[in-house]
């Protein structure tokens, strides 16, 4: 129930208006926010470059209304992708539809991505298309499949997945076929149970389950992390669960595949003893760096997937 109301609450824009004046938000947010302009985020990367961690850059946005707002979040997305050639950080970057026009003009959005992904190809680098909510899931799915008719290559654009969506499996196992890489993730939104498994415990199964099918693909295609970092292997794990993780690498061992094949993912400022602790052990590991003024949607779905970061925001609430 809380959870719920938290995700309603990152929808609703009285909210959001509310709780950005509040002075002590910003200073709770940056603790998974990695500030407000992209320079700032690439001195987070080479940061984490430094220790040994790949990333993943995402500037913050969604759910553009008009043609203009759409482009605008388009072209800082294609100047990210400048930044990192520029800078020469290992790090890909990752983006949102419904910030590029999608619900709002399929026209517009499609324009945006090719020449998003036309610049991520000449830089050699990767997009990976983050799954939103499920009214948007379908139409994400036929638009990634029409890129790749459009000449881009998995190696190019990457989609993702959510374990708590009933139809996760049939998305994944038809998609995989092609060698589309996924970010496997278990879900931050609110979806009824017709769609979405409402137990933890089967959210968690299926989770394993997916992580098998990726593993496995990544052994059939021999999928690795490419050597300057950006493009990933087919599966990425991303999680803070500890028995997901450890459900990753076991079963990546059974079936002989080597510790490139698989990347495991977290959030900016969650686990970073975790994300220091697989990268000290060969593991491939990739932290997504969030960064930009249109924090407060994303800030919101932290708290509600993770108890433990409201009591970090209550505490900067009350402290002098």
């Known amino acids: 129930m809380f959870r719920s109301f938290l995700i309603y609450l990152s929808k609703a824009a009285w909210a959001q208006t509310l709780f950005t004046s509040w002075g002590f938000a910003w200073k709770a947010a ?9 320079d700032e985020a690439i001195q987070v990367v080479k940061a984490l470059n430094k220790k040994g961690i790949n990333a993943t850059l995402d500037q913050l946005g969604e759910h553009t209304t008009t043609a203009d707002e759409a482009n605008r979040a388009a072209d800082g997305i294609v100047a990210v992708l400048n930044e990192i050639q520029v800078a020469g950080v290992r790090s890909n970057v990752s983006i949102k539809l419904t910030q590029i026009g999608m619900g709002m003009d399929g026209e517009v959005c499609r ?18 298309i983050d ?3 499920t009214p948007y899931t379908d ?13 881009f290559t998995v190696g190019t654009v990457g989609m993702a997945v959510q374990s708590y969506l009933i139809r996760a499996e049939a998305d ?6 092609r060698g589309t890489t996924f970010r496997l993730v278990k879900g931050a939104y609110k979806e009824p149970p ?11 199964a299926n989770y394993d389950t997916l992580t098998s099918i990726l593993i496995d693909a990544s052994l059939t295609h021999h999928s690795e992390l ?10 990425a794990i991303a999680s803070h669960d500890e028995k997901r993780i450890a459900f990753a690498k076991s079963y990546a061992e059974k079936v002989g595949l080597s510790k490139g094949g698989v990347e495991f993912q977290m959030l900016y400022g969650i686990r970073r003893d975790l994300q220091d602790k697989l990268a000290e052990g060969g593991y491939p590991v990739r932290v997504y760096v969030p960064f930009g003024t249109h924090w407060y949607p994303y800030f919101m779905r932290r708290l509600a997937e993770r108890p433990a970061n409201i009591w970090f925001f209550i505490s900067n609430y009350f402290r002098k």
Do not use: Q, W
Not at 30 to 38: D, E, I, N, Q, Y
Not at 141 to 148: K, P, R, T, V
């Open 30 to 38: 940056s603790r998974f926010v990695a500030g407000s302009k992209v």
């Open 194 to 204: 017709e769609l979405a498994f409402p137990k933890k415990a089967d959210v968690d």
């Open 111 to 128: 324009a945006n991505l090719f020449r998003i992904l036309e610049c991520a190809k000449k830089h050699g680098n990767f997009v990976r």
């Open 226 to 235: 490419s050597s300057d970092g950006r493009i990933p292997p087919i599966p």
């Open 139 to 151: 139409n994400t799915i036929a638009l990634y499949n029409e890129m790749l008719g459009r000449g």
């Open 131 to 133: 799954i939103e909510d």
């Open 172 to 177: 994944v196992r038809e998609l995989v076929e």
